[in-house]
Protein backbone atom coordinates (compact mmCIF):
# COMPACT_ATOMS: atom_id res chain seq x y z
CA UNK A 1 0.00 0.00 0.00
CA UNK A 2 1.56 3.14 -1.24
CA UNK A 3 -0.39 5.54 1.53
CA UNK A 4 -3.23 7.21 1.03
CA UNK A 5 -4.51 8.93 -2.43
CA UNK A 6 -6.68 11.08 -3.62
CA UNK A 7 -8.46 12.03 -6.83
CA UNK A 8 -8.49 14.17 -8.35
CA UNK A 9 -5.51 16.28 -7.60
CA UNK A 10 -6.50 19.46 -9.36
CA UNK A 11 -10.55 20.57 -10.55
CA UNK A 12 -11.25 23.42 -12.08
CA UNK A 13 -15.48 24.09 -11.93
CA UNK A 14 -17.10 26.44 -12.90
CA UNK A 15 -19.73 27.98 -10.50
CA UNK A 16 -22.83 26.19 -9.84
CA UNK A 17 -21.62 23.28 -10.81
CA UNK A 18 -21.61 19.66 -8.63
CA UNK A 19 -18.24 18.30 -8.08
CA UNK A 20 -17.03 15.13 -6.17
CA UNK A 21 -13.77 14.07 -5.05
CA UNK A 22 -12.59 10.33 -3.95
CA UNK A 23 -10.35 9.30 -1.08
CA UNK A 24 -8.79 6.03 -0.67
CA UNK A 25 -7.05 5.68 2.54
CA UNK A 26 -4.52 3.36 4.01
CA UNK A 27 -6.15 -0.07 4.08
CA UNK A 28 -6.37 -1.07 7.36
CA UNK A 29 -7.08 2.41 8.80
CA UNK A 30 -10.78 2.64 9.83
CA UNK A 31 -10.62 6.21 10.50
CA UNK A 32 -11.06 9.08 7.78
CA UNK A 33 -10.96 12.40 7.98
CA UNK A 34 -11.77 15.23 5.30
CA UNK A 35 -10.25 18.93 6.18
CA UNK A 36 -9.91 22.05 3.82
CA UNK A 37 -7.41 24.08 3.68
CA UNK A 38 -7.20 27.57 2.26
CA UNK A 39 -3.65 29.04 1.87
CA UNK A 40 -1.67 30.01 4.51
CA UNK A 41 -4.15 28.26 7.05
CA UNK A 42 -3.77 25.31 8.96
CA UNK A 43 -6.27 22.31 7.65
CA UNK A 44 -10.08 22.90 8.99
CA UNK A 45 -12.23 20.17 9.69
CA UNK A 46 -14.64 19.05 7.72
CA UNK A 47 -16.00 15.61 8.56
CA UNK A 48 -14.84 12.47 10.21
CA UNK A 49 -15.78 8.22 9.30
CA UNK A 50 -15.33 5.58 11.91
CA UNK A 51 -15.02 2.90 9.29
CA UNK A 52 -18.51 3.24 7.45
CA UNK A 53 -20.00 4.96 10.12
CA UNK A 54 -19.93 9.56 10.02
CA UNK A 55 -19.20 10.21 13.09
CA UNK A 56 -19.36 14.23 12.93
CA UNK A 57 -19.87 16.85 10.33
CA UNK A 58 -18.24 20.46 11.60
CA UNK A 59 -21.32 22.73 11.79
CA UNK A 60 -19.09 25.41 9.67
CA UNK A 61 -20.27 23.01 6.10
CA UNK A 62 -23.45 23.77 4.30
CA UNK A 63 -25.85 21.49 3.65
CA UNK A 64 -24.60 21.86 -0.09
CA UNK A 65 -21.91 18.96 1.24
CA UNK A 66 -22.19 15.76 1.59
CA UNK A 67 -19.21 12.53 2.36
CA UNK A 68 -20.02 8.83 2.22
CA UNK A 69 -17.75 6.04 2.90
CA UNK A 70 -20.09 2.78 1.48
CA UNK A 71 -18.22 0.32 2.49
CA UNK A 72 -15.74 1.27 4.97
CA UNK A 73 -13.15 1.63 2.60
CA UNK A 74 -12.91 4.60 0.03
CA UNK A 75 -14.44 7.99 0.74
CA UNK A 76 -16.61 10.41 -1.31
CA UNK A 77 -16.71 14.01 -0.76
CA UNK A 78 -19.39 16.17 -2.68
CA UNK A 79 -20.34 19.51 -3.02
CA UNK A 80 -23.14 20.72 -4.91
CA UNK A 81 -23.66 24.42 -6.38
CA UNK A 82 -19.87 25.13 -5.79
CA UNK A 83 -19.67 28.59 -5.05
CA UNK A 84 -16.18 30.81 -5.40
CA UNK A 85 -16.07 30.11 -1.38
CA UNK A 86 -15.30 26.41 -2.18
CA UNK A 87 -11.99 27.18 -3.73
CA UNK A 88 -9.29 25.62 -1.90
CA UNK A 89 -7.33 22.23 -0.62
CA UNK A 90 -9.46 19.54 0.04
CA UNK A 91 -7.72 17.12 1.99
CA UNK A 92 -7.79 13.35 3.15
CA UNK A 93 -6.45 11.22 6.22
CA UNK A 94 -6.77 8.31 7.81
CA UNK A 95 -5.36 6.34 10.91
CA UNK A 96 -5.55 2.91 12.08
CA UNK A 97 -7.54 3.91 14.55
CA UNK A 98 -8.99 7.56 16.90
CA UNK A 99 -5.87 8.22 18.91
CA UNK A 100 -3.41 7.63 16.48
CA UNK A 101 -1.40 9.59 14.29
CA UNK A 102 -3.08 10.20 10.82
CA UNK A 103 -1.72 9.57 7.09
CA UNK A 104 -2.64 12.51 4.45
CA UNK A 105 -2.93 12.12 1.16
CA UNK A 106 -2.13 14.86 -1.92
CA UNK A 107 -5.05 16.69 -1.71
CA UNK A 108 -7.72 17.87 -4.20
CA UNK A 109 -7.04 21.50 -5.60
CA UNK A 110 -10.78 23.07 -6.15
CA UNK A 111 -11.03 26.14 -8.17
CA UNK A 112 -14.21 27.59 -8.82
CA UNK A 113 -14.54 29.87 -11.43
CA UNK B 1 -15.15 24.52 21.76
CA UNK B 2 -11.57 24.53 20.90
CA UNK B 3 -8.49 27.60 20.57
CA UNK B 4 -5.27 26.76 19.24
CA UNK B 5 -2.77 29.53 19.21
CA UNK B 6 0.92 29.20 17.47
CA UNK B 7 2.63 32.08 16.52
CA UNK B 8 1.91 33.10 12.49
CA UNK B 9 5.42 32.93 11.50
CA UNK B 10 9.23 33.03 12.44
CA UNK B 11 12.50 32.82 11.15
CA UNK B 12 16.09 31.43 12.67
CA UNK B 13 19.29 31.22 10.89
CA UNK B 14 21.04 27.55 9.40
CA UNK B 15 22.27 25.63 12.17
CA UNK B 16 20.67 27.47 15.04
CA UNK B 17 18.04 26.03 17.47
CA UNK B 18 14.32 27.19 16.77
CA UNK B 19 10.75 26.84 19.38
CA UNK B 20 7.54 26.63 18.21
CA UNK B 21 4.78 27.37 20.82
CA UNK B 22 1.01 26.19 20.65
CA UNK B 23 -1.29 26.67 23.32
CA UNK B 24 -4.87 25.22 23.39
CA UNK B 25 -7.71 25.82 24.99
CA UNK B 26 -10.22 22.40 24.54
CA UNK B 27 -12.55 19.71 26.19
CA UNK B 28 -12.04 16.45 25.59
CA UNK B 29 -8.05 16.10 25.22
CA UNK B 30 -6.52 13.21 24.05
CA UNK B 31 -3.18 14.26 22.84
CA UNK B 32 -1.41 16.85 20.78
CA UNK B 33 0.32 16.14 17.65
CA UNK B 34 2.86 18.04 15.48
CA UNK B 35 2.79 18.50 11.70
CA UNK B 36 5.34 19.50 9.22
CA UNK B 37 3.98 21.17 5.64
CA UNK B 38 6.12 22.41 2.88
CA UNK B 39 4.18 24.54 0.51
CA UNK B 40 2.26 22.57 -1.97
CA UNK B 41 2.60 19.67 -0.04
CA UNK B 42 0.48 17.21 2.06
CA UNK B 43 1.24 17.25 6.17
CA UNK B 44 3.55 14.82 7.26
CA UNK B 45 3.67 13.59 10.78
CA UNK B 46 6.17 14.54 13.76
CA UNK B 47 5.29 13.76 17.32
CA UNK B 48 2.56 12.58 19.34
CA UNK B 49 2.67 13.59 22.84
CA UNK B 50 -0.40 12.32 25.22
CA UNK B 51 1.40 12.34 28.33
CA UNK B 52 3.09 15.53 29.76
CA UNK B 53 7.19 15.98 29.21
CA UNK B 54 9.31 15.93 26.79
CA UNK B 55 9.53 13.59 23.78
CA UNK B 56 13.44 13.62 21.58
CA UNK B 57 13.06 12.36 17.85
CA UNK B 58 16.63 13.08 16.38
CA UNK B 59 16.91 16.82 15.70
CA UNK B 60 13.23 17.52 16.73
CA UNK B 61 11.73 17.35 20.06
CA UNK B 62 8.44 18.14 21.84
CA UNK B 63 7.39 19.03 25.32
CA UNK B 64 3.38 18.94 26.50
CA UNK B 65 2.41 20.12 29.97
CA UNK B 66 -1.77 19.03 29.78
CA UNK B 67 -2.35 21.51 32.92
CA UNK B 68 -1.01 24.58 31.47
CA UNK B 69 -2.17 23.61 28.29
CA UNK B 70 1.23 24.04 26.34
CA UNK B 71 3.19 22.38 23.67
CA UNK B 72 6.40 23.14 21.73
CA UNK B 73 8.37 21.81 18.68
CA UNK B 74 12.06 22.53 19.31
CA UNK B 75 13.91 22.03 16.55
CA UNK B 76 17.86 21.68 16.45
CA UNK B 77 20.56 22.03 13.90
CA UNK B 78 18.18 23.69 11.76
CA UNK B 79 18.66 23.28 7.86
CA UNK B 80 17.21 24.68 4.95
CA UNK B 81 15.24 21.95 4.09
CA UNK B 82 13.72 22.81 7.43
CA UNK B 83 11.61 25.86 6.04
CA UNK B 84 8.05 24.40 5.89
CA UNK B 85 4.47 25.48 7.91
CA UNK B 86 4.54 23.54 11.67
CA UNK B 87 1.28 22.43 12.80
CA UNK B 88 0.12 21.84 16.27
CA UNK B 89 -3.27 19.63 16.29
CA UNK B 90 -5.49 18.91 19.44
CA UNK B 91 -6.95 15.02 19.38
CA UNK B 92 -10.26 16.42 20.69
CA UNK B 93 -12.22 13.88 22.13
CA UNK B 94 -11.24 11.08 19.13
CA UNK B 95 -10.83 13.86 15.72
CA UNK B 96 -7.77 15.82 14.86
CA UNK B 97 -8.13 19.56 15.06
CA UNK B 98 -5.57 21.90 13.58
CA UNK B 99 -4.48 25.09 14.47
CA UNK B 100 -3.57 28.11 11.75
CA UNK B 101 0.56 26.80 11.80
CA UNK B 102 3.59 28.68 11.78
CA UNK B 103 5.35 29.70 8.88
CA UNK B 104 9.38 29.16 9.51
CA UNK B 105 11.76 30.91 7.46
CA UNK B 106 15.28 29.59 7.51
CA UNK B 107 17.96 31.88 6.74
CA UNK B 108 21.48 30.67 5.48
Known amino acids: DTGVSQDPRHKITKRGQNVTFRCDPISEHNRLYWYRQTLGQGPEFLTYFQNEAQLEKSRLLSDRFSAERPKGSFSTLEIQRTEQGDSAMYLC???????????FGQGTRLTVV | GQNIDQPTEMTATEGAIVQINCTYQTSGFNGLFWYQQHAGEAPTFLSY????GLEEKGRFSSFLSRSKGYSYLLLKELQMKDSASYLC?????????FGKGTRLHILP
Open chain 2, 49 to 52: NVLD
Open chain 1, 93 to 103: ASSLDGGAEAF
Open chain 2, 89 to 97: AVMRDDKII
